[in-house]
């Protein structure tokens, strides 16, 4: 293998994705060529030094919630789809139905054809058994209903989402806070050795010195007691 | 696997496997944002304009074991757009060396002199954190992304080949220039290794 074909494999083997096959002779020429050696060497160093940059967490309280309900999403279809009409003669039709209809239900418009006969009944106010109609409106009521158990059912999901968010963050914390007390703990532990082991140390040198002071004072009796037997005896 | 499944059941109308979906990734995201942009706001938006993309089109998505590349590869265009929008240039050019070397020619001295005796001013993550991301700041950006995602996030080549839509041989070409041009800058810089590899 030469250096040029090293060269184009050293990304492979330095981060292992190298195959068993390139691998071997790869090796095989690490071992004979210095300079690819320092290369990869190099390429390592920085790569530790790169890794020095941790992760941290996003602080993201991202959730996502079901999409519109279908009463309201109609709604803002409909909406939406009025706006998109062709102003230039969609508005004047549609302009001309909308006055022509209100009138209609302003006027409390009714028409009917009845043993051939065509009536029209036009009046500002609405008669007794119309009133009762339209206080009744079961439909609407009903959707109503179904709208409202759809919003409590979007507010259950998204309690129980930020249940479930807030759950796991403490989960963390108290993973965190148990792996920083036991730190703590080691350290203090160490600190607490350290400290044994100067005193200790101490000691030992203290109660050397007062040996050799003693050692010393002895001989100083020693040589001075056969001196003044001597002058006794004379 | 697991994302996978949680697609599936995404798919089937369960919304709760999206969210767990979203908090698998978010941390990796928001990181790879960051390490592209350098700015923690910035890294925010991204993160969640990028999942509300895959919110909008996972449905559209055909193999759901391609979401990973598929993932990151609406973040990698999201990061991009952010940083032509504030129109960098960066380049490794002699200037932008010696303009760094003066940026960072407070770091050396302290450094080299006695880190151990200086821990108030880089021994700690978030000088480390401004220092390597000055570094990256240094290379070209196609250089860049290629280091981020893989030193940083862990892909395979292949992988990062699909997502940048290049060549395995160019994404290795471009991670073997972009250590090389590191590997300058830190020494521009004269950093010892001892002083970078130095842990309270």
Request: glycine share 2%; charged share 30%; hydrophobic share 40%.
């Amino acid at each position: 293998m030469t250096c040029e074909e090293a060269k184009y494999l050293l990304m492979d083997y330095l981060y292992d994705e190298m195959n068993a096959e390139n691998h071997l002779e790869f090796e095989r020429h690490l071992k004979a060529c210095e300079s690819c050696s320092q290369e990869l060497a190099n390429f390592r160093q920085t790569s530790q030094q790169l890794q020095k940059w941790d992760d941290v967490p996003p602080a993201l309280n991202l959730t996502f919630v079901d999409q519109q309900s279908r009463f309201s999403a109609s709604i803002h279809r409909r909406w939406q789809g009025f706006f998109r009409l062709d102003w230039s003669w969609g508005r004047r039709l549609a302009v001309g139905l909308a006055v022509i209809l209100l009138g209609f239900s302003l006027t409390n418009f009714k028409a009917e054809w009845k043993n051939g006969d065509f009536n029209v009944k036009m009046s500002l106010w609405p008669q007794a058994a119309e009133k009762q109609q339209i206080a009744d409106l079961p439909l609407q009521q009903e959707e109503l209903a179904a709208y409202q158990k759809e919003q409590l059912m979007l507010m259950n999901q998204m309690i129980k989402a930020s249940e479930e968010r807030q759950r796991k963050a403490m989960t963390m914390s108290l993973i965190n806070f148990a792996d920083e007390l036991e730190t703590r703990r080691k350290s203090d532990l160490s600190l607490v050795g350290t400290s044994f082991e100067q005193l200790q140390f101490q000691t030992k040198r203290e109660l050397k010195q007062t040996r050799q002071s003693l050692d010393g004072l002895i001989k100083i009796m020693q040589v001075s007691s056969p001196q003044s037997n001597q002058k006794r005896r004379r | 696997m697991i994302d996978v499944e949680l697609i599936e059941k995404y798919l089937l109308g369960d919304i709760a496997a999206f969210n767990r979906l979203v908090w698998r990734w978010e941390k990796q995201i928001y990181n790879f944002s960051w390490r592209m942009c350098g700015d923690p706001e910035a890294s925010k938006d991204i993160c969640q304009k990028t999942f509300i993309r895959v919110y909008k089109s996972l449905k559209k998505l055909k193999d759901p074991l391609k979401f990973k590349t598929w993932l990151y590869q609406i973040a990698a265009n999201l990061c991009r757009d952010e940083i032509r929008r504030r129109q960098k240039h960066i380049t490794l050019s002699v200037e932008n060396l010696q303009n760094a070397y003066e940026e960072g020619a407070m770091l050396p001295e302290k450094l080299i002199s006695n880190p151990r005796n200086s821990p108030e001013f880089f021994l700690n993550q978030t000088n480390i954190r401004e220092f390597i991301k000055k570094a990256l700041d240094q290379i070209p950006e196609e250089q860049r992304i290629v280091i981020v995602m893989k030193e940083y996030q862990g892909l395979k080549f292949t992988e990062i080949a699909e997502i940048l839509e290049q060549s395995v041989n160019t994404i290795k070409s471009r991670m073997y220039y972009g250590l090389s041009a590191l590997r300058k800058v830190f020494e521009q810089w004269d950093i010892k290794k001892e002083a970078l590899q130095y842990d309270l």
